[in-house]
């Protein structure tokens, strides 16, 4: 066809050359029709070319094959398969692809940390194999991160930003996901006051900023913000990653909460695939007490004992010696049973994505009356309702049923506690096995029997929960964005407890209690971003991003008791006959209002800047401080991309320097502070009374840190990344309650902006694969981090100031959590009488409250980090993970009852007492009997930790790529320790912990699990 087209055009030519006019006007006229004639002749033949091209249009080509990486012959999973019309697919857990292609076209493949590769479309036949090994890139910090609102990649961020991603979390046998991160990023303290399976681990960014203020970063879910207590209502299968938010320069455009850091989660989302992905995984195991440093008497300690302080009137040791009962066993259960199933749905397309999941955890308690169920469902869905517009909607829902188990609290029936009081001849259990009973005298102990009474005065809590955010995102024109997002945070628990009326100790009149909490809160978060290149030059990036966020939180509760139910069917509310106690909330309300902007630039990505500005305004404070402003400056160099580097290639992979400076605000405070308040509930001789309650401050305002960070970042080798920060922060205008005269209005404390404090800080991070071949894989992981924290300024010229209970004290010049004690000097040998420091370091027998002094140890850990370790070899993978704690302390208050030297004797007592002093010329640390144990610095103990965190053992089993079509899609087999070893010089049950002071805690608990994930 083309041919024949051509022709006339060739004939038309050699004519031009044989017959030429003469003459010039002639020639003007016979070149003018020429030209017009050939015109026409090649737009025809053009038009029939176009449409013989639609004519016959391209075959389609089904290409397949198998995507690997190059560095180890893996598969990879998820790895993307893109034609040049846009429609692609995603490889599968074997890495292989079916993706139908125009004859002739190019097909790209890309996978995060690989080098794109294209591949030609063959046209001589239907159907093709490519088989492609993606090559590792060598900048492979170029991976996305979650930011502020919105995403990155690593490598263009000029902020502290540390990344956990799900393979990190999803597995891990715990409710919450927060257990997973500890020891995982270098800066992040994540510790636990508890081993109780609902509570949450508590978290601190670079240091403790405050005194009286909130520490704990700001936790984003999916753009909404969420409290640290609603942890165990995420499912950590859902969690794609986990971004910590460090310094001014990520955390400042969230202004008024991102004072200690911020933590953002983001769920997981569907890939694109021939066929959606169900995945079903479950674990099944058991849990146990994690450390166990038991020192309590058995039965012949303590019989020896009683001899020797001649305890001995009424005993019975002949009938006593015959029961020796370990406590630690009968309140602690060494095969707790811990169960979790979940399954998921998802998929995507060119214009929806979803995700769809659904779990049942089930954890019981190791400690007596503990218990953990939770019902969890999650609905992740975006849809491109138009090639300008995209909206999607994130829900998550979830029901809990939870037992607490008492603690903290020292009493002889709660079982905690009573555990350490309760002799070893003193059984809980009859001959038969069932709980012995104080009513028919088969328990023989003084008082009651702890786990009767905990099975007579059951308390229950029932939690609900509703999370979900819709949005919308519409694209107008190129490089602009418009985003508007709204979410909804809703919970609801009830409890419920119940003494039953025929438990003897009650003489026949039970009672009941309940409570029940609402809150809510809303957000609204509107965002216009516009990303554009200079077009006279590829070398200029600009990005700019304004917005506006506004919270409103309300809170309402109640609580009511009563007594005199005599039938233990009947023990609701209703059935008492008289009210005992009540309480209500019936508003606690707060709302942010915020308006930010943020500006990037980079000049061909080797030199960045980014700007950030932000506005707040808090009901929690006065009018006239309400709103405050924060800013941030972030700088990075790239030097990997300088052309004076290209020498070093080779070995240098990664080579970035980075400095950031700026502000941000805490207002984490109780609600109407500010406010003089006044108070009903009072009874003013039978008359319902009102009083101040709160002495007010209208001029309270932000706190404000200021934090500067310097960051070096390197690769070698494509083998070796190192990590190292440095910082400074500075928080003024701390919200602190200051303490004042009983006499000046009666409060004794006002809230103010007073005070400084600093926190100075260093991060090591080091990431290393020590061997990469086609079946072996090898690779190490270390953080290491260090916080310095001082006091500068107090309030009102103070220099110091005694925390009362705490054997703490504020002083400037020194760090927050000091402690402040009387420091023990042992015992002396000639008379076995205590001995104690004075404040000029002279031996007294005198415990005196003036001879205090600061002994340089705080219960704030200055040094903490993890290492870690994965060893794979083909299917066969192991990995194990350990988390640490250096130079933290804390006062062992269960020592004061179980070392008290006969100030308690009638209770179990350590078996250290048995190496008191007796006779002159003993050397021990233990004064003789009836020398007091008092709270001074003996008590105060190392509570510094090594914990092997995670062991995990796993096989993958592969499906060879003709296997594609088959319902399994992939099968991995696990075995797992969590907490399996901890080593600490530390008495008690745990060393971990927040606090100053150590007293009847519940231990963190050993899990061992077994696994299955199945892919359809």
């Avoid at 249009?57 to 999973?77: F, H, I, N, Q, W």
């Avoid at 009102?690 to 007010?696: E, H, S, T, V």
């Avoid at 302390?889 to 100030?903: K, L």
Wanted: aromatic share 12%; glycine share 8%.
């Amino acid at each position: 066809m083309v041919v024949k087209i051509l022709c006339p055009i060739f004939a038309v030519s050699i004519l031009e050359l044989m017959f030429v006019p003469q003459g010039a006007t002639t020639m003007c006229k016979y070149n003018a029709m020429l030209k017009i004639f050939r015109h026409f002749l090649l737009t025809a033949s053009m038009l029939v070319v176009a449409v013989g091209a639609m004519a016959q249009a391209p075959a389609k080509v089904v290409v397949s094959g198998v995507v690997t990486a190059a560095d180890s012959d893996e598969p990879l999973l998820g790895a993307t398969v893109v034609t040049q019309t846009m429609t692609g697919v995603t490889t599968q857990i074997d890495g292989t692809y079916s993706i139908e292609a125009e004859a002739g076209s190019v097909l790209t493949f890309q996978y995060v940390g690989y080098v794109a590769q294209t591949w030609k479309v063959p046209t001589e036949s239907a159907t093709a194999t490519c088989n492609i090994a993606l090559q590792p890139d060598a900048q492979v910090v170029d991976d996305v991160v979650v930011i502020a609102y919105g995403t990155r990649k690593k490598g263009t961020v000029t902020g502290s930003v540390s990344t956990v991603k799900s393979a990190k979390i999803e597995k891990t046998p715990t409710a919450a996901f927060d257990q997973a991160l500890q020891g995982q990023v270098a800066g992040l303290t994540v510790l636990s006051n508890t081993g109780e399976p609902s509570a949450s681990a508590v978290m601190t960014i670079r240091g403790t900023n405050s005194i009286n203020s909130g520490t704990a970063p700001l936790y984003i879910l999916d753009g909404v913000p969420i409290a640290a207590s609603d942890f165990n209502t995420i499912n950590p299968a859902d969690i794609e990653s986990i971004s910590v938010l460090k310094d001014a320069s990520s955390t400042s455009i969230y202004g008024a909460r991102a004072a200690n850091g911020v933590i953002v989660i983001t769920t997981k989302r569907g890939q694109m695939d021939d066929r959606p992905m169900i995945e079903f995984r479950t674990q099944l195991g058991i849990s146990q007490v994690a450390s166990g440093n038991w020192d309590l008497m058995n039965t012949s300690e303590r019989i020896q004992y009683e001899k020797e302080i001649g305890m001995t009137t009424g005993q019975n040791y002949n009938l006593l010696s015959q029961t020796n009962v370990n406590w630690l066993d009968e309140v602690y259960n060494s095969a707790a049973m811990l169960q979790s199933y979940e399954l998921s749905v998802s998929g995507a397309d060119e214009k929806t994505n979803y995700y769809l999941s659904g779990g049942y955890y089930s954890q019981e308690g190791t400690a007596a009356g503990s218990l953990f169920d939770r019902y969890s469902g999650r609905a992740n869905f975006d849809r491109r309702a138009a090639k300008w517009l995209k909206v999607g909607a994130n829900v998550m829902f979830n029901y809990q049923n939870i037992q607490q188990a008492d603690e903290g609290a020292y009493t002889l029936v709660t079982p905690i506690s009573a555990a350490r009081f309760m002799m070893p001849y003193w059984d809980p259990h009859r001959a038969d096995g069932s709980l012995a009973s104080i009513s028919d005298g088969t328990w023989k102990g003084q008082g009651q029997n702890p786990l009767e009474w905990l099975a007579n005065n059951p308390v229950n809590f029932k939690k609900y929960k509703m999370m979900g955010t819709v949005y919308g995102e519409a694209r107008p024109i190129e490089g602009l964005t418009l985003r508007s997002q709204f979410g909804v945070d809703y919970g609801h628990t009830t409890g419920f407890a119940v003494s039953y009326p025929s438990y003897a100790p009650n003489q026949g009149s039970g009672s009941a209690s309940r409570s029940s909490t609402d809150g809510m809160q809303l957000t609204i978060t509107n965002t216009i971003n516009y990303n554009f290149t200079k077009q006279t030059s590829r070398l200029h990036s600009f990005n700019f991003m304004v917005g506006q966020e506004g919270v409103d939180y309300h809170y309402e509760a109640f609580s009511l008791a009563t007594a005199g139910q005599n039938n233990d069917l009947l023990t609701n509310i209703s059935n008492g006959t008289r009210a005992t106690s009540w309480d209500d909330t019936t508003d606690s309300d707060y709302g942010f209002l915020s308006f930010f902007g943020r500006a990037e630039y980079n000049l061909d990505s080797r030199y960045f800047v980014e700007l950030s500005a932000r506005a707040d305004g808090s009901s929690r404070f006065g009018r006239s401080r309400r709103w405050a402003g924060f800013w941030s400056v972030g700088l990075m160099w790239n030097m990997r991309n300088e052309p004076f580097m290209e020498s070093a290639s080779r070995w240098l992979t990664n080579a970035q320097l980075s400095l950031s400076t700026g502000t941000s605000g805490n207002s984490s405070i109780p609600n109407y502070v500010h406010s003089a308040l006044v108070g009903g509930g009072l009874d003013y001789v039978g008359d319902a009374g009102i009083a101040p309650i709160q002495p007010g401050n209208e001029s309270l305002g932000w706190e404000r840190p200021w934090t500067t960070n310097l960051g070096a970042h390197f690769g070698f080798w494509n083998r070796l990344n190192v990590d190292f920060e440095a910082y400074f922060k500075q928080t003024s205008d701390m919200l602190m309650e200051v303490p004042k005269s009983y006499t000046d209005q009666g409060f004794g404390y006002y809230w103010d902006n007073v005070g400084e404090m600093i926190n100075v800080g260093a991060e090591l991070s080091v990431m290393a694969t020590l061997v990469q071949t086609k079946d072996w894989l090898w690779t190490v992981n270390a953080n290491a981090s260090y916080n310095y924290n001082e006091i500068t300024e107090l309030y009102n010229g103070v220099q110091e100031y005694e925390r009362s209970n705490t054997n703490t004290k504020l002083v400037v010049g020194h760090p927050l959590g000091e402690f402040y004690i009387n420091r023990y000097a042992g015992v002396n040998p000639i008379n076995g009488d205590a001995l104690w420091y004075t404040r000029e370091g002279e031996l007294t027998t005198e415990l005196r409250d003036e001879d205090k002094v600061l002994i340089g140890k705080s219960y704030i850990a200055p040094w903490q980090g993890g290492f870690g370790t994965a060893v794979s070899w083909k299917g066969l993978s192991l990995s194990a993970q350990f988390s640490w704690v250096a130079d933290r302390w804390m006062i062992n208050n269960d020592r004061y009852f179980d070392e008290s030297n006969g100030r308690f004797a009638s209770y179990n007592q350590s078996r250290r007492l048995l190496d008191r002093w007796k006779e002159p010329g003993d050397v021990t640390d233990i004064p003789r009997h009836g020398v007091y144990t008092e709270f001074d610095s003996r008590l105060l103990e190392d509570a510094s930790f090594l914990r092997l965190k995670n062991v995990m053992l796993s096989y993958s089993f592969k499906f060879a790529p003709e296997r594609k079509r088959t319902v399994i899609r992939g099968l991995r087999v696990f075995a797992q320790g969590q907490n399996l070893l901890t080593f600490t010089k530390f008495s008690g049950l745990d060393p971990e912990g927040t606090s100053n002071i150590y007293a009847a805690q519940y231990p963190m608990a050993r899990q061992f699990t077994f696994g299955l994930d199945l892919i359809f």
